[in-house]
């Protein structure tokens, strides 16, 4: 009977499932939607059971849609929203709050009131740049309100897990308790360099280690499903956190190698292999998906609006009916005729980490018209990129070789090209790309052997498209140097109010 691998991808709006072969093909896939809750300004909750339950579902539909038994899956990997935390009870394996959401601002005073030393402290040990974004603070908020919590968590009776854990134990019947090295790097409480949980942090925030999972390799044996969940056990043998799964799914191997995901936003990730290089230009060290625990590093930026600001010409100005018709539009025009648009809606992350910077719109004359406008917004996603690049080569020394490209936004021709044209590098789009479910589906399948090694996979990586740099270098430094006062005017904007 042919053999299977099932890709459990849990992202922050929706579960889905994905069933692919050893070609890397998907042969089934399912997807459900799950609730938001926006309990307060800025807070951000999932049911966990509901997470779970819709994670289950579409397995299981996935199975059926495949047309397989589940004898046929040979393992399962695991990827999913990072740093969302979930606290349950060990015994009724009830969770005790809501997941707090990797989104939620409701502890940002909470990390802004840490010394400028612990700051620091964390920032070497564990790579991140102190935020509520990460596990930690979160923990630390649900044991400070949730009546007992600390008391239970102290007698051995709470658990606390990224969402690969929770989903690895209830698959387990609650057997297995782990995470990944990937995950377990982005709660703010592992020693990224000594890989294990860090004492100090955890005291400073009085959390227990003894509610922290095991951490393992991000393609290793787990454990198996209880026979209940498919009919038949099924090992669970990959893990790691969408961003490094996406990595991983685009077989970025080799140190230097690096992937941008054009989402909602975009997240930029580069392989620096054994090599945990702690960066001076504002982005983050962390762990990338990894064979064994001789973990390698990355590098990591984001840009927290790049395909929304498109969401935001078409729904709030009106000025595109889709997303994909931003591309006709922009075509219209030859170039922005000197418009710039800094989509800092919310800030700017990477590299420049300004939280008082605002959107804003420069260089408008008499000429200008709807079709620059939605060719400055889509060019201002390539800049965003091209900074956190360029911020990435400065702390490896070394000049990028190509960049590979997946996500919804990178279906845009005109962005790829501009990408390529101010990069002055290859822009490499591949056939395939769901590379995030690919590449916890590959995790999974080197660990039982379905694929031999990692050369054996990047013979699956089939590329579609080829964007090579066209643009004059004068004229690409000279836009360039047009976006970087475009992005000084807006710096510290909300800040002089
Ligand atoms: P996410 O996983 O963050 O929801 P997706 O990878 O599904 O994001 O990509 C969706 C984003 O890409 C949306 O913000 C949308 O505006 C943008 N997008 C989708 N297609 C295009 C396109 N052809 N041109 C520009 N932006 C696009």
Redesign the pocket.
């Known amino acids: 009977m042919k053999q299977y691998i099932m890709a459990l991808d849990q ?1 922050t ?1 929706s579960s889905r499932t994905i069933i692919f072969d050893g070609d890397g093909t998907a042969v089934g896939t399912a997807q459900q939607e799950f609730t938001q809750y926006y309990p307060n300004p800025g807070w951000v909750e999932h049911d966990a059971m509901e997470i779970w339950q819709s994670q289950l579902t579409v397995a299981r539909e996935a199975v059926e849609k495949a047309g397989i038994e589940a004898s046929q899956i040979a393992a399962i990997g695991i990827t999913n929203q990072r740093e969302t935390t979930i606290v349950w009870n060990r015994h009724t394996g009830e969770p005790v709050y809501k997941a707090i959401v990797w989104q939620c601002r409701r502890t940002a005073e909470m990390v802004d009131d840490f010394d400028e030393e612990f700051s620091r402290y964390i920032k070497k040990t564990t790579g991140l740049v102190p935020d509520a974004y990460f596990s930690a603070s979160k923990v630390k908020w649900i044991l400070d309100n949730v009546a007992g919590a600390r008391e239970m968590a102290q007698a051995g009776d709470l658990l606390f897990g990224t969402v690969d854990t929770w989903l690895i134990w209830n698959l387990t019947g609650g057997r297995v308790f782990v995470t990944d090295y990937t995950n377990a790097s982005r709660t703010m409480m592992f020693d990224i360099h000594k890989r294990c949980w860090d004492h100090h942090i955890l005291e400073v925030l009085d959390i227990p280690e003894c509610m922290l999972p095991k951490v393992c390799p991000s393609s290793f044996v787990y454990g198996e499903t209880d026979e209940k969940i498919f009919g038949a056990p099924v090992k669970i043998a990959g893990a790691a956190g969408d961003q490094q799964a996406a990595l991983f799914g685009q077989c970025c191997f080799e140190p230097g190698d690096v992937k941008n ?5 975009c997240f930029l990730l580069m392989n620096t292999g054994r090599r945990a290089v702690e960066s001076n230009h504002g982005l983050v060290t962390t762990i990338a998906a990894s064979c064994s625990d001789d973990v390698e590093y990355a590098l990591e930026g984001s840009v927290f609006v ?3 600001s ?2 935001w010409l ?1 729904d709030s100005m009106k000025m595109i009916d889709s ?2 018709a ?2 006709a539009l922009a075509r219209q025009v030859e170039d922005t005729d000197g418009v710039y648009i800094v989509p800092a809606f919310t800030g700017l992350g990477a590299p420049y980490w300004n939280p008082y910077a605002r959107g804003l719109v420069v260089g408008l004359t008499r000429g200008s018209e709807n079709t620059h406008f939605v060719r400055a917004t ?1 060019e201002s996603i390539a800049y965003q990129t091209y900074d956190v690049l360029k911020a990435m080569e400065k702390d490896m020394g070394m000049c990028l070789k190509s960049l590979k490209v ?4 990178a ?2 021709r005109l ?1 790829m090209q501009f990408q390529a044209d101010i990069l002055r590098t290859d822009v490499l789009k591949p056939e395939y790309l769901e590379t995030t479910a690919l590449g916890a589906a590959y995790l999974a399948g080197l660990a039982v052997g379905y694929w031999q090694s990692k050369e054996e996979i990047r013979t699956n990586w089939k590329l579609r498209t080829t964007y090579h740099p066209q643009m004059d270098k004068e004229l690409a430094e000279h836009k360039l140097k047009g976006w970087a006062r475009a992005v000084k005017c807006a710096l510290m904007w909300a800040q002089e109010e």
């Not at 997946?406 to 936004?409: K, N, T």
């Open positions: 992202g709006t995901t054009y989402g909602t936003g790049a395909g929304a498109i969401q078409r997303a994909p931003s591309e889509l997946d996500g919804g936004a279906a845009n962005l």
